[in-house]
């Protein structure tokens, strides 16, 4: 049987037809990165109440921000719900109302849930401790039904994931929950076979929980050597072994008096937890509010360590309680000691606790107060409790003296330098512009100098004594002052002074940075041709002039006859931001930037809402996506018509919008990106 040589040729050509369309359908869904699944499942665990859980599966080399990053940073992972009705969340959850997408007035309401341990990365870009998860993640909250009539909960979850070359831009994925009559699940996608557990809050224990233990630990051990504290403890371990009658009885009472000073500080730190949740304290990390009341709360601390005034309980309450301890017998009596040499210690103890409160409050976490409060009082307890049973140590105590209120002094310098970290973060997130990098750290430099001439004996205050000479361990303390100085100094000038880089204020605020000073100075002081004042347009790095869309800039470019430097980038990118740093900052690159192009730079993480009349449903990918934001309509732009869906991705087009060389993404060798403009700029000038 012969085949017709037509047929075959139109089956041949039928053959490679297909195959050059699978193989471009396969190149597009090469570079369009998808690195992240999500599922979603509810779970009952009574007649009316429900677990919602969101399961994240990352591949690997990707990484997903956690719900809590500060603002200023990558797009943190989000929950929206469309409406809150027919239910409630069984804990106490900080419920934040914003503005819809739609950009029609609606509302929806964001929820954190409870997230698993992230890891913590330091990122020298964004300058602050991100908080991120790779492989998989789960995050669940749960709910009690209010209706035995159907009830459907819905809303969509926004979140960013990057690797160690590029972001993609804020993606949205839709959630729908239904419940029928009975309280039983009816509707709702399933998590893979071999579903994974669900998390409650106690699995939110992690490190930096224990950290705020270790912080309280150091907390106690400072206290102990304050003038409130330190006289007390031979004076008490020699009360219980005079008064006790026997050496074991007073070797118990002595170690029970130590394990009720930590019941009492637990317990303040419990109360903490018990009052705030772990949903407030989460807001209180990033609030401009609590953030600026921790700040003037530690600048009061640091008054009363300076000798301004003493931070005194009322004193009714130390006799009431003295009394007590002494008409009580055993146990008792012993506890209620240890309650009075926690009111009386309070001017001294009181700033420290009320610092570690302050922190353990930012770190997010419900634990940390209490693991904050078990660490201070261990260190305050243990002397107690060690001397009690080994009283042959008391001789080794050093005396008390002057020293003990200099503690004091160098508490409250170190007190004033933290307290700024606060009002940094509240400057950051209001967006006021009161603190910038450079004034930071020259009032820390001023701090820790005077910290250094007082160590020295220079400066005295009101309850100081005399320093007749330099002790060898003051001397070191004031070698390592000053020496902190002059790391300091540097930063003036832009340094980055990464030993402190989690304090100080991002490096955008800085007012003057002797690097960019010079690099940037041809293109500051450029001034486009023509007219753009009606263009959106911002004044970028370096002093660059950057277009904000697309059309407008494509259609400034023909008018000035100069090619496109399109810039797909994002507020929260910290690949582009590296770009800007280590690429874009050399002169070269600079003056050809902006000399030779305009720049379009397109943020795909825009959230500004779009018209109503301009949102639209895109189809691109197979996919129904409604694109409500400017920042969604750029990712949609740049995936639809260059296949790639990360950033940062820079194209460089003439005014025919055609492109000049092949697109290019991360990468950091200067040389090889002055290669790939100049080949953009002989195109553009070969095409003329």
């Given at each position: 049987m012969t085949i017709n040589p037509i047929l075959k040729t139109l089956q041949l050509r039928s053959f490679f037809l297909l195959a050059l369309l699978l193989g471009l359908s396969l190149q597009i869904k090469a570079q369009l990165a998808d690195p992240v699944k999500w599922s979603y499942e509810s779970k009952m665990t009574s007649s009316n109440n429900a677990i919602l859980q969101f399961t994240a599966t990352i591949e690997d080399g990707w990484y997903l921000y956690s719900q809590n990053i500060q603002d200023g940073g990558p797009i943190k992972t989000s929950f929206y719900f469309n409406k809150i009705e027919g239910f409630e969340f069984v804990d106490d959850v900080e419920i934040e109302e914003e503005e819809g997408f739609d950009g029609d007035g609606s509302k929806i309401f964001r929820v954190n849930f409870v997230e698993p341990v992230p890891e913590e990365k330091d990122d020298p870009i964004f300058e602050m401790k991100l908080l991120l998860f790779k492989k998989q993640a789960e995050f669940t909250r749960e709910i009690r039904l209010l209706t035995s009539e159907p009830l459907v909960i819905d809303g969509f979850l926004e979140y960013m994931c990057c690797d160690n070359e590029k972001c993609l831009p804020p993606t949205e994925v839709d959630f729908k929950f239904s419940f029928n009559e009975n309280g039983d699940e009816a509707v709702a996608k399933t998590v893979p076979a071999g579903g994974n557990q669900i998390r409650t809050d106690k699995d939110r224990t992690s490190e930096s929980v224990w950290y705020m233990f270790v912080v309280g630990l150091i907390g106690g051990l400072l206290a102990l050597i304050t003038p409130c504290v330190f006289p007390m403890i031979p004076m008490t371990v020699s009360y219980f072994l005079r008064s006790s009658g026997s050496k074991s009885k007073g070797r118990r009472d002595g170690i029970f008096y130590g394990i009720s000073i930590i019941i009492i500080y637990v317990t303040l730190g419990m109360g903490i937890s018990l009052i705030f949740g772990s949903d407030k304290l989460n807001q209180m990390a990033t609030s401009p509010i609590f953030n600026i009341f921790f700040f003037l709360l530690l600048l009061v601390f640091a008054a009363a360590f300076f000798g301004a005034f003493e931070l005194t309980l009322p004193s009714s309450w130390v006799n009431k309680m003295d009394s007590k301890a002494e008409s009580s017998g055993g146990l008792i009596g012993v506890f209620l000691m240890a309650f009075v040499l926690v009111l009386v210690s309070f001017s001294c103890t009181g700033p420290i606790i009320g610092t570690l409160l302050v922190q353990a409050a930012v770190s997010g976490s419900w634990l940390s107060p209490m693991l904050g409060m078990a660490g201070f009082a261990t260190a305050l307890a243990v002397p107690f409790s060690l001397l009690a049973i080994f009283p042959s140590m008391l001789g080794n105590l050093p005396k008390s003296g002057g020293w003990l209120n200099s503690v004091k002094v160098v508490l409250a310098f170190i007190l004033v330098a933290f307290s700024l970290k606060f009002l940094s973060v509240a400057d950051a997130v209001g967006q006021w512009g009161l603190l910038s990098r450079d004034t930071f750290i020259a009032i820390w430099i001023t701090l820790f100098t005077l910290m250094g001439f007082y160590l020295l004996g220079k400066i005295k205050f009101s309850n100081d004594s005399d320093v007749p000479y330099i002790s060898v361990t003051r001397l070191f303390f004031v070698i390592v002052t000053f020496s902190f100085v002059v790391y300091l100094i540097p930063g003036m000038w832009g340094a980055p002074l990464n030993a402190i880089s989690a304090f100080t204020p991002s490096m955008t605020t800085q007012e003057y940075n002797l690097q960019s000073a010079g690099q940037s100075s041809s293109s500051t002081s450029l001034t486009l041709t023509g007219d753009y004042s009606s263009f959106k347009t911002k004044q970028g790095v370096y002093g660059l002039t950057m277009f904000l869309d697309y059309d407008e800039g494509v259609q400034y470019a023909k008018t000035v006859d100069k090619?496109?430097?399109?810039?797909?980038?994002?507020?929260?990118?910290?690949?582009?931001?590296?770009?800007?740093?280590?690429?874009?900052?050399?002169?070269?690159?600079?003056?050809?930037?902006?000399?030779?192009?305009?720049?379009?730079?397109?943020?795909?993480?825009?959230?500004?809402?779009?018209?109503?009349?301009?949102?639209?449903?895109?189809?691109?990918?197979?996919?129904?996506?409604?694109?409500?934001?400017?920042?969604?309509?750029?990712?949609?732009f740049q995936a639809r018509n260059y296949g790639v869906n990360s950033q940062p991705y820079y194209v460089l087009l003439d005014n025919d919008e055609n492109r000049l060389a092949e697109p290019y993404g991360f990468n950091t060798n200067i040389d090889e990106f002055l290669a790939f403009l100049d080949k953009g700029i002989e195109g553009y000038k070969a095409g003329k």
């Amino acid at each position: 049987m012969t085949i017709n040589p037509i047929l075959k040729t139109l089956q041949l050509r039928s053959f490679f037809l297909l195959a050059l369309l699978l193989g471009l359908s396969l190149q597009i869904k090469a570079q369009l990165a998808d690195p992240v699944k999500w599922s979603y499942e509810s779970k009952m665990t009574s007649s009316n109440n429900a677990i919602l859980q969101f399961t994240a599966t990352i591949e690997d080399g990707w990484y997903l921000y956690s719900q809590n990053i500060q603002d200023g940073g990558p797009i943190k992972t989000s929950f929206y719900f469309n409406k809150i009705e027919g239910f409630e969340f069984v804990d106490d959850v900080e419920i934040e109302e914003e503005e819809g997408f739609d950009g029609d007035g609606s509302k929806i309401f964001r929820v954190n849930f409870v997230e698993p341990v992230p890891e913590e990365k330091d990122d020298p870009i964004f300058e602050m401790k991100l908080l991120l998860f790779k492989k998989q993640a789960e995050f669940t909250r749960e709910i009690r039904l209010l209706t035995s009539e159907p009830l459907v909960i819905d809303g969509f979850l926004e979140y960013m994931c990057c690797d160690n070359e590029k972001c993609l831009p804020p993606t949205e994925v839709d959630f729908k929950f239904s419940f029928n009559e009975n309280g039983d699940e009816a509707v709702a996608k399933t998590v893979p076979a071999g579903g994974n557990q669900i998390r409650t809050d106690k699995d939110r224990t992690s490190e930096s929980v224990w950290y705020m233990f270790v912080v309280g630990l150091i907390g106690g051990l400072l206290a102990l050597i304050t003038p409130c504290v330190f006289p007390m403890i031979p004076m008490t371990v020699s009360y219980f072994l005079r008064s006790s009658g026997s050496k074991s009885k007073g070797r118990r009472d002595g170690i029970f008096y130590g394990i009720s000073i930590i019941i009492i500080y637990v317990t303040l730190g419990m109360g903490i937890s018990l009052i705030f949740g772990s949903d407030k304290l989460n807001q209180m990390a990033t609030s401009p509010i609590f953030n600026i009341f921790f700040f003037l709360l530690l600048l009061v601390f640091a008054a009363a360590f300076f000798g301004a005034f003493e931070l005194t309980l009322p004193s009714s309450w130390v006799n009431k309680m003295d009394s007590k301890a002494e008409s009580s017998g055993g146990l008792i009596g012993v506890f209620l000691m240890a309650f009075v040499l926690v009111l009386v210690s309070f001017s001294c103890t009181g700033p420290i606790i009320g610092t570690l409160l302050v922190q353990a409050a930012v770190s997010g976490s419900w634990l940390s107060p209490m693991l904050g409060m078990a660490g201070f009082a261990t260190a305050l307890a243990v002397p107690f409790s060690l001397l009690a049973i080994f009283p042959s140590m008391l001789g080794n105590l050093p005396k008390s003296g002057g020293w003990l209120n200099s503690v004091k002094v160098v508490l409250a310098f170190i007190l004033v330098a933290f307290s700024l970290k606060f009002l940094s973060v509240a400057d950051a997130v209001g967006q006021w512009g009161l603190l910038s990098r450079d004034t930071f750290i020259a009032i820390w430099i001023t701090l820790f100098t005077l910290m250094g001439f007082y160590l020295l004996g220079k400066i005295k205050f009101s309850n100081d004594s005399d320093v007749p000479y330099i002790s060898v361990t003051r001397l070191f303390f004031v070698i390592v002052t000053f020496s902190f100085v002059v790391y300091l100094i540097p930063g003036m000038w832009g340094a980055p002074l990464n030993a402190i880089s989690a304090f100080t204020p991002s490096m955008t605020t800085q007012e003057y940075n002797l690097q960019s000073a010079g690099q940037s100075s041809s293109s500051t002081s450029l001034t486009l041709t023509g007219d753009y004042s009606s263009f959106k347009t911002k004044q970028g790095v370096y002093g660059l002039t950057m277009f904000l869309d697309y059309d407008e800039g494509v259609q400034y470019a023909k008018t000035v006859d100069k090619p496109v430097f399109l810039d797909f980038t994002g507020h929260g990118c910290s690949n582009c931001k590296k770009m800007h740093q280590s690429v874009w900052s050399d002169q070269r690159v600079l003056q050809r930037l902006a000399e030779e192009y305009i720049i379009i730079s397109l943020y795909v993480d825009e959230r500004t809402a779009l018209p109503i009349d301009e949102q639209y449903v895109s189809d691109f990918g197979g996919k129904q996506r409604k694109i409500k934001s400017v920042g969604a309509k750029w990712s949609d732009f740049q995936a639809r018509n260059y296949g790639v869906n990360s950033q940062p991705y820079y194209v460089l087009l003439d005014n025919d919008e055609n492109r000049l060389a092949e697109p290019y993404g991360f990468n950091t060798n200067i040389d090889e990106f002055l290669a790939f403009l100049d080949k953009g700029i002989e195109g553009y000038k070969a095409g003329k």
